[in-house]
């Protein structure tokens, strides 16, 4: 079965700092995509990035980066200079056809 | 530019009560889903119409029913509402595998 796992239930970190946020998948296909979506407050869902698991540069999107590790299995986010707009929860998502397997979520809080 | 629409916005309904959520979505994508939200799980698949004509369960189909009316609708009918189906309910679409999942605002439905 595959799998998406976040394990940090919740971050908090002081506006202007870097965060990164953890994901592990477990899939037996040899190429997919894998997505961070974010749902501030207003319950909106919101695509961050993506990340094509046939292709070795990690995706970036201005202050979002992905650390992604293909052979672990890890699909991480880094947010540079975090801003208090970055308040949200946060989604790792696994796209196996046509599903997308999602992780429990990170609640991520940036404090002023 | 509307994207995915869902309707209505809050619900409450009485235990074994029916009511049918509407979604529907003016990008011309093939692909539709509806999701529940519940604190701690991050969405869990109900059913998904990967094209027009087709519907399959995802993982927590039982209480519900989908039809898929035409390209842009696509609806989730509960039958008998319980307690246990209180949730956030979202509907998303796509063009296919691998593209952007676009949001409905999402419902808010309380079975008492």
């Known amino acids: 079965a595959q799998t998406v796992t976040q394990s940090q239930p919740e971050m908090s970190v002081q506006e202007a700092e870097t965060v990164t946020l953890s994901c592990t998948y477990d899939?037996?296909?040899?190429?997919?995509?894998l997505f961070w979506y974010k749902q501030p407050p207003s319950r909106q869902m919101i695509l961050v990035i993506r990340?094509?698991?046939?292709k070795q540069q990690n995706a970036t999107e201005n202050r979002f980066s992905v650390n992604f590790q293909k052979a672990a299995k890890s699909f991480s986010l880094k947010i540079s200079d975090s801003q208090l707009g970055d308040t949200a929860m946060y989604f790792c998502?696994?796209?196996?056809?046509?599903?997308?397997?999602w992780g429990a979520g990170t609640k991520l809080i940036i404090k002023p | 530019n509307a994207g995915v629409t869902q309707t209505p916005k809050f619900q409450v309904l009485k235990t074994g009560q029916s009511m049918t959520l509407q979604c529907a979505q003016d990008?011309?994508?093939?692909?539709m889903y509806w999701y529940r939200q519940d604190p701690g799980m991050g969405l869990r698949l109900i059913y998904y119409?990967?094209?027009?004509?087709?519907?399959d369960k995802g993982e927590v189909p039982n209480g519900y029913n989908v039809s898929r009316l035409n390209k842009r609708e696509f609806s989730l009918r509960l039958e008998s509402a319980a307690p246990s189906q209180t949730s956030v309910y979202f509907c998303?679409?796509?063009?296919?595998?691998?593209?952007?999942?676009?949001f409905g605002q999402g419902t808010r439905l309380t079975v008492v």
């Open positions: 998303a679409s796509r063009s296919g595998y691998n593209t952007e999942a676009f």
């Open positions: 990008m011309n994508h093939n692909s």
């Open positions: 119409s990967a094209s027009e004509g087709t519907t």
């Open positions: 899939t037996s296909e040899n190429n997919y995509y």
């Open positions: 990340q094509e698991a046939y």
């Open positions: 998502a696994l796209d196996s056809n046509y599903q997308l397997i």
